[in-house]
C-alpha cells in the first residue's frame, strides 16, 4: 500500500539524503550510455554530479607526448599519457560517492576493470552495467558490484532509489512481493 502510493504521488518522496551525490561515470567509452543516464538523472531531477574519465580515445592517448613530449617509443609514450590520465581519474575516483563501471561486448575495458577494482578497494559503492552475454567473464567484477545492471536506466532507477526511495514499476510483469508469495515475516526464527 505505501509503496502504490509513492509511485502515484511523483512529488513525495520515501526519504531524501539533501546532498549532492558524486556519481563517477567509468569504462566503454563507444557508445552514448552516459548521455543516457545523464538525460534519466536531469529528468528525474536527481542532486547528482556525473564525472567521467576523458572520454576522448586520441586525446587519452596523445595527452602526455602532446604536454611533457613526444617519445620515441610506444611504451614511455603510452606511460606518458596513462599517468597524466590517471591524474584525473584518480582524484575523481577517491571523490566518487557511487562508481558505475559500463563494460561493451566489443573490446576489452582494461581500464574498467581496474576502475572497479580501485574503487572497491577504497570501499567505493560499485554498480556494474553490462550486456547479459558478458556477464561470465566479469562474475569476480560483478561479485564486488552492489549492483549489476543490463541498461543504462537501470542504473537512473538505481541511482533514484538510492537518493529519494522511489521504486519504478518493476520490470516484471508478473512480479509478485515475497510477502504475498510466502506471507509476512520470518517463518522460522
Avoid at 543516457?36 to 538523472?41: F, M, N, S
Avoid at 558478458?134 to 541511482?159: F, G, R
Avoid at 519504478?168 to 504475498?180: G, I, S, T, W
Wanted: one cysteine or more; hydrophobic letters at 40%.
Amino acid at each position: 500500500m505505501i509503496r502504490q502510493l509513492l509511485r502515484s504521488a511523483s512529488p513525495l518522496r520515501a526519504f531524501s539524503t539533501g546532498r549532492t551525490w558524486n556519481v563517477y561515470l567509468s569504462g566503454e567509452i563507444h557508445s552514448s550510455w552516459r548521455e543516457v543516464i545523464g538525460a534519466g538523472v536531469a529528468k528525474r531531477g536527481l542532486p547528482v554530479t556525473l564525472t567521467s574519465p576523458n572520454t576522448s580515445h586520441e586525446d587519452s592517448d596523445d595527452c602526455g607526448a602532446i604536454i611533457l613530449g613526444d617519445e620515441a617509443v610506444r611504451p614511455t609514450y603510452d606511460n606518458k599519457g596513462a599517468r597524466l590520465n590517471l591524474i584525473r581519474t584518480r582524484t575523481l575516483l577517491e571523490d566518487a560517492d557511487v562508481v558505475v563501471v559500463r563494460f561493451g561486448d566489443k573490446y576489452r575495458q582494461w581500464n574498467a576493470a581496474f576502475d572497479a577494482g580501485y574503487a572497491t578497494a577504497l570501499g567505493k559503492p560499485v554498480v556494474t552495467l553490462h550486456p547479459p552475454g558478458i556477464s561470465h567473464m566479469l562474475k569476480e567484477v560483478n561479485a564486488t558490484a552492489l549492483a549489476v545492471c543490463e541498461e543504462a536506466e537501470q542504473v537512473v532507477a538505481v541511482l533514484d532509489y538510492v537518493i529519494t526511495g522511489a521504486l519504478p514499476a518493476p520490470r516484471d510483469a508478473d512480479f509478485k512481493p515475497m510477502m504475498e508469495r510466502v506471507g509476512p515475516g520470518n517463518p522460522d526464527p
